[in-house]
C-alpha cells in the first residue's frame, strides 16, 4: 500500500467499492485516459468538444491531460422532509482503477497519491440525469496526474438524480450514476 494512503482513503476507497459491488457494476471498463489529447477527441459517449454545451465549456488556456470513466453513486440526506445533496462516492477508471471521487468535491488518484478539489462554476442540465458541469480547481496536491489540473467537466451524466420519494429527517440514499470525467491544465 502506498504510503500516502491512510485509513480514511482506505475507508473511500472502500466505500466506493462497496457501492459499485451493490450496484453490479464494478466490472464495466472505462472509457480510457488521454495524456495530452486534443480537446476536440471524441469521448466514449461521443461527447466532442463541439457537441458539449457552450455554458461548460473550458476556456482557452487549457489543455486535456486525462478523461476517465466513472461509476458510483450520489449520496441524498433527507434533512427537513426533503432530499438534498450531501456527496458522491465513485471510483474512476481508465484500463483499471485509477481514482476515487468523494466529498469537496474531490478526486484522488489511487495510483500517485494527487488530488484536486474543485468548486463548480457552470452546470448543464441533463433530463432525469445529473447536471453536467464545468468546475474550476480550488487547491492541488501533488505532482501526479491531479496535481496541476486548473479545470474538471463532468459529462456524458445518466443517473444519479435525486430520490423523488418520500423520506425520514437522517436517511440517507444512494442513487447510481455514470459519467465521464475530464481534467485540463493550463497549457
Known sequence: MPS?????????????LAALLALGIAGATGSGVATAAPA????????TSGSIPPEIQV?????????????????YQCTAGAWAFLEPAA?????GPAAIHFRGPSWESIR??????????ASSPVPGS???????????????????????QRLDTAGGAAPTTACTDGQTQGVPYT?????????
Do not use: C
Not at 4 to 16: D, E, F, S
Not at 112 to 121: A, P
Open 40 to 47: 476536440g477527441a471524441p469521448a466514449a459517449g461521443g461527447t
Open 59 to 75: 476556456p482557452p488556456g487549457n489543455r486535456l491531460t486525462a478523461k476517465f470513466a466513472a461509476r458510483g453513486v450520489q449520496v
Open 91 to 95: 471510483a474512476l477508471s481508465d484500463w
Open 4 to 16: 500516502w494512503m491512510t485509513g480514511r482513503h482506505t475507508r473511500l476507497l472502500g466505500l466506493a
Open 112 to 121: 500517485d497519491g494527487s488530488l484536486v478539489t474543485g468548486k463548480v462554476i
Open 130 to 152: 445529473i447536471p453536467q458541469l464545468l468546475l474550476q480547481a480550488t487547491s492541488n496536491r501533488g505532482t501526479g496526474v491531479f496535481g496541476a489540473v486548473t479545470y474538471i
Open 179 to 187: 459519467a465521464e470525467y475530464r481534467f485540463y491544465v493550463a497549457s
